[in-house]
């Protein structure tokens, strides 16, 4: 028996595409990356943009055309919204939110009778994430031997109008701390060098416990203690968090601690006031001006990375220039820009989406120059300098080994070395591009292959 799992969306799916595989697994499929081996065929859907959706809609469509020739069995999990969980139950055989993942193994040996049990229309009320710790308990099957992902929380409490997340993941929910310690205590005895703790608000960890868990801060001092201890070294990352929620006593703690990532990722959404009351971001310009005046106070030499949305409802030309001039202060490491598409069950789903589709491209593409500019400019001031360089693959064209700094910045080494791959080494840099650094291994060479 084997199985064939598409996952779509963010980290937080990846992670418990992990855990899907070891429930598979355990029940005796194989998994198998030629999908018209399998007999049963899954994804982990995202329904927090269209684009992934339109995906489900042609991989299910494709697959059942091979139900004229041969038996399988269909299901889709992941961040599905009401709305497209009724039209999902007309297509797939089995559906059912990742909290009651431990159930699939009886849903799929009593096929037939769990989809007629489903066949009701779902109603348009947020998930409950009672059952969300039976998924923590899943011991995942890792798909890398040197990166991992740590999910320390699940839900969203903060309604950001353009947002359908707490529509499919529910209310927050924190994972028990000392479940979280023991995780990464276990992958750090096994060797594994990148660690992400994960969530949709991961700085708002413990708050749902009224003061019976350690906070966000907390936890990442008692890892930060583990790594120091164990004499190990590795990197400990998180995503996301929430401008609103970020305090100082966290980038205190990530400037003590060598094993915590010299990187934050802090979503901005848009650098217009107006248009973050609009989105119901809850922070204004002068808290996320704070927060990173802290992070280059304390961590200067950390990278920072934002998320922005452009053509948001009612954002004019006016408000978009804020955002570039946000964008020009900041001087982002990374943005990942996107055009606003409205969601169902998101609050903006309901406003007239005002700015059209050839403007938001527009902006998309004029605020990826101003930041190509900074990227392209803190990129060249690097050449020279040494760092410390996670190998992590390969380069498509040439074949050589490429990897990230601490500060999650692409290397290309200078030489293919497969068997570097997962470990952290010397690089120095030679070149900068726009979005990326070349360097040579400073290692001997008996080093190399030892």
């Known amino acids: 028996m084997k199985y064939h799992l598409i996952t779509l969306g963010c980290q937080m799916n990846l992670s418990d595409s992990e855990r899907v595989s070891a429930v598979l697994e355990q029940m005796g499929y194989e998994r198998t990356e030629k999908e018209e081996e399998a007999t049963l065929l899954g994804m982990l859907a995202c329904s927090v943009r269209q684009k992934p959706i339109d995906k489900v809609y042609n991989k299910i469509a494709q697959w059942n055309k091979w139900k004229n020739k041969r038996n399988v069995i269909t299901f889709i999990s992941g961040c599905v919204l009401p709305a ?62 040197y990166e991992a992902f740590v999910p320390i929380q699940n839900g969203c409490d903060k309604f950001c109008a353009f947002c359908a997340v707490p529509y499919t993941r529910g209310r927050e929910v924190s994972r028990p701390s000392e479940e979280i310690i023991k995780e990464i205590q276990h992958l750090v005895q096994q060797g594994y060098k990148s660690i992400t703790l994960l969530g949709q608000n991961v700085n708002s960890y413990g ?27 590795f990197w400990v990352y998180f995503t996301s968090p929430h401008p609103q929620d970020m305090t100082r006593d966290v980038i205190e703690v990530i400037a003590e601690y ?41 961590i200067p030499e950390a990278t920072l990375f934002t998320d922005i949305i452009v053509g948001f409802t009612a954002e004019g030309e006016a408000e978009f220039q804020n955002t570039v001039a946000a964008m020009n202060e900041f001087k982002f490491n990374m943005a990942y820009i996107a055009m606003y598409s409205p969601r169902p069950g ?91 650094l070349s360097g040579e291994l400073v290692l001997q060479e008996e080093k190399i292959e030892s």
């Open 84 to 145: 497209d969980k009724e039209k999902f139950l007309k297509l797939f055989d089995l559906i059912f939110p990742m909290s009651e993942l431990s159930q699939l193994p009886d849903m799929i040996r009593n096929y037939g009778v769990v989809n007629a049990a489903s066949l009701q229309t779902p109603q348009p009320v947020m998930p409950q994430n009672e059952h969300i710790v039976d998924l923590w308990h899943i011991k995942p099957k890792y798909e890398s031997t």
């Open 207 to 233: 708050l749902d416990k009224n003061g019976e868990e350690i906070t966000f801060a907390e936890l990442l001092k008692q890892i930060g203690q583990y790594g120091k201890l164990s004499g190990e070294e």
């Open 258 to 298: 060598k094993c915590l990532a010299k990187q934050i990722h802090l979503p901005m959404q848009s650098g217009d006031e107006k248009v973050l009351i609009k989105m119901n971001r809850r922070h204004s310009m002068e808290k996320y001006r704070r927060i990173v005046n802290d992070i280059r106070e304390l």
């Open 346 to 436: 998101a609050a903006s789903y309901r406003w007239q989406d005002e700015v059209s589709q050839e403007v938001k491209k527009d902006r998309y593409h004029r605020l990826s120059e101003t930041m190509r500019t900074h990227t392209s400019e803190y990129n060249r001031q690097l050449v020279g300098k040494t760092f410390r360089v996670l190998v992590n693959g390969s380069d498509r064209k040439t074949g050589f080994s490429t990897g990230l700094t601490e500060g999650k910045l692409n290397v290309r080494l200078d030489r293919k070395a497969p068997e570097l791959k997962g470990r952290i080494v010397d690089v120095k840099i030679t070149s900068a591009a726009d979005f990326s």
